[in-house]
């Protein structure tokens, strides 16, 4: 598995289905078929844009903003610069042919310069570019090892005794992170322990053997000084996860995290006040929690918030907003006795007296303010709004909104909710789509009322439409109203869509994300037929026609589907989890299932109970499997072992395996978001309409 305010309905009329045969879905080639009413086409998908990470100057004259290519032109990131008066945005970076990921993570260093990160030639380095002209320039990074595995007793090949004296060189680093302090005097780098001559030769030799969780090589920080060039090291143990500024400069928050995959025995996370003028002696405040993860400082430097694993019992990664008083280090939890009935979703800002919290509630995604001990929620001028960022005197603010009709869209204003202007840059979409008519609709399961969108094609009101309900990961995951190219896609191609949110999703509360523990695939998929059964009887859908897809989490639940009911004449599985024991002992991290249902192997039972698999030998509904072979998070093996056991007990079953995709690529490539892989997301939804057209004709 993968861990992950108000009502807006839009208006539809409705109109008496039209009695005689249905519609067929459009069997043209989705690549090519643009309907008459103007969606997109499988091939319009791969020239979407998207951006991310808006960054305001301090003087809040000029906004940077990460722009992501779209899949046709490489899916590359580069940095644009918006003017706030509402001047048309100019792309700052370019990336040589030789660099197939781009520049990103752009941070103002003052006014007058930006710093961010790209690769060039062997590794990614940190990257200065003055505002008032010039070429961007690499910052040239060295540090003498202190980790250097081939100087070890026992390393192979065996050193020659004239080499037992050599002293090592400095060698250049590879930044994987970086922040800014407020005053620009000190940038916080987070940088992994580099590869030494020595081992180098090593690989070189194939003495290259992996003794597992044994890695010496830690991500450290180091203090640079951005006039100088120098940097000095910060005794903060590996693995540093993230920093944050005082808003004075003069000291900063450390969270560190033990190396070599400690988290997954136990939350490992430390947290460390390290001085500036002090970084070899940083300070450890033991009463932080070691779940902290996203922190900042108040405006006054007295306080740090930051969010951490919620005091109720709830899924890893559920969190509670707490404030650490920096002079006694005591901890209070702001949000726990305020039983928020949405999910905190990561995001915070700390301005003048008031607190900013990302806010996730039902299927809209905002902000949260806190005042004088109080959560207010904020809505925006969309459905979804995110990254938020502010100038130096929070006297303006940048923020990204976006709605299930509108692409991501860059806003200037006060605050969210006040009056915004939107920024001038590149368009999104290729063309403008047609608006998607998001519903967001409501049915009861076991006494609990289930929340979900509901989206239908123009000619929805005569005719019975084919549908597909569309399973979110997680569990602890949610739909909510965002810009998804998949869905006016397959809209386009005749399908209405329904996205579920079952109990175990965010966004409800407390009690309904954790309604699922050690029942998976039990009331959640309760839930989804309810669900499904409530759109059948109230909506124009036809009920011989009904398919259901899902990744990741989603995934695992098309494999429950699968076992348990033959409605659906098509199953789409990404990234499935299908046999609970084998995948907790090959996945990347097991802390978040072991919440559900513990170790597998004390809880034999109940892991098998809530593992697909073992409800294949009534498996009756053709079945798709999309897998990234470079998943580590729910590893190719799971379809693999799926595919079997399909193909042994005589049920249809395809599998696609996608080469070099993780978890997270394949996903984005399938949704219409720009990746590197030029074609394995057209390939995907071309794949899935085709296979649910072939199942809807017959066997």
């Not at 249905?22 to 319009?44: I, K, M, R, W, Y």
């Not at 004449?569 to 072991?594: C, F, H, L, N």
């Amino acid at each position: 598995m993968s861990a992950p305010l108000l009502r807006a309905i839009a208006p539809f009329i409705w109109c008496a289905a039209v009695a005689g045969s249905p519609p067929a879905v459009a069997a043209s080639d989705p690549q090519l078929l643009e309907s008459s009413s103007g969606f997109p086409t499988n091939e319009d998908l791969r020239h979407v844009r998207s951006l991310a990470d808006p960054r305001l100057a301090p003087d809040g004259a000029r906004v940077l903003v990460q722009v992501a290519d779209s899949t046709a032109e490489g899916g590359r990131t580069h940095l644009w610069l918006a003017g706030a008066s509402g001047s048309e945005a100019r792309q700052l970076t370019f990336s040589p042919e030789s660099d197939k990921a781009g520049e990103r993570h752009g941070r103002w260093l003052g006014s007058d310069a930006v710093l961010f990160l790209a690769k060039r030639a062997e590794r990614t380095q940190l990257f200065r570019l003055p505002m008032a002209g010039g070429e961007a320039r690499a910052i040239e990074l060295k540090i003498t090892p202190t980790v250097d595995a081939s100087r070890d007793a026992d390393a192979l090949p065996p050193r020659k005794e004239a080499q037992s004296e050599d002293h090592p060189e400095p060698v250049p680093l590879e930044v994987e992170d970086f922040e800014v302090a407020p005053d620009a005097k000190h940038v916080a780098l987070l940088a992994r322990d580099p590869e030494t001559p020595g081992e180098k030769k090593q690989k070189d030799a194939k003495a290259d053997v992996v003794l597992v969780d044994h890695d010496p090589h830690g991500v450290r920080l180091y203090l640079l000084d951005p006039a100088t060039s120098a940097l000095t090291p910060v005794a903060v143990p590996a693995d540093v996860r993230h920093v944050a500024w005082a808003h004075d400069g003069s000291q900063l928050l450390v969270v560190s995290a033990g190396p070599n995959h400690q988290d997954d025995l136990g939350p490992s996370a430390r947290a460390w006040r390290v001085a500036v003028d002090h970084p070899a002696a940083p300070l450890e405040w033991p009463q932080v929690p070691r779940t902290i993860g996203p922190a900042r400082w108040s405006a006054d430097d007295r306080e740090v918030y930051f969010l951490a694993q919620a005091s109720r019992d709830a899924p890893p990664g559920y969190a509670d907003l707490y404030a650490l008083d920096v002079s006694t280090g005591q901890v209070r939890n702001l949000s726990g006795p305020a039983h928020l009935a949405g999910a905190l979703d990561g995001e915070l800002l700390a301005l003048a007296d008031e607190t900013w919290v990302g806010l996730q509630a039902g299927t809209r995604s905002a902000y949260a303010r806190l005042r004088q001990g109080a959560f207010e929620p904020v809505a925006g001028e969309t459905p979804v709004i995110s990254a938020l960022d502010c100038d130096r005197a929070a006297s303006a603010c940048v923020w990204i909104g976006e709605g299930p009709a509108q692409p991501r869209t860059l806003y200037l204003g006060t605050r969210p909710g006040a009056t915004a202007a939107r920024l001038a840059l590149p368009a999104m979409t290729p063309r403008p789509w047609p608006d998607v008519g998001a519903q967001v609709i409501e049915w009861h399961s076991d006494r609990l009322t289930i929340e979900g969108l509901l989206f239908l094609p123009p000619h929805a009101a005569g005719a019975r439409l084919p549908l597909i309900v569309d399973v979110h990961g997680g569990p602890t995951g949610a739909w909510t109203q965002r810009f998804d190219p998949l869905v006016p896609f397959l809209l386009g191609q005749g399908f209405a869509v329904l996205r579920p949110n079952p109990r175990g999703s965010t966004g409800y509360g407390a009690g309904f994300v954790a309604a699922n523990k050690n029942d998976l695939g039990g009331g959640d998929y309760r839930d989804i037929m309810a669900g499904t059964d409530a759109v059948v009887a109230r909506f124009p859908v036809d009920p011989a026609r009904l398919a259901l897809m899902g990744y990741s989490y989603g995934g695992e639940m098309a494999g429950f589907v699968e076992g348990k009911t033959d409605r659906f004449k098509a199953v789409i599985s990404g990234a499935p989890v299908i046999d609970q024991q084998s995948e907790y002992g090959t996945e990347d991290e097991s802390w978040y299932d072991r919440w559900f249902y513990g170790k597998p192997w004390e809880n034999v039972e109940a892991a098998w109970r809530q593992s697909p698999l073992a409800g294949v030998a009534r498996a009756r509904s053709r079945f798709l499997l999309l897998q990234g072979e470079a998943d580590v998070t729910d590893p190719l093996g799971q379809s693999l072992e799926m595919y079997r056991a399909l193909r042994q007990v005589g049920v249809h079953v395809e599998l696609a395996q996608y080469p070099r995709d993780g978890h997270g690529q394949l996903s984005q490539a399938l949704h219409g978001m720009p990746t590197t892989e030029p074609w394995h997301g057209l390939d995907a939804r071309r794949r899935i309409v085709r296979f649910i057209e072939a199942s809807f004709a017959g066997p």
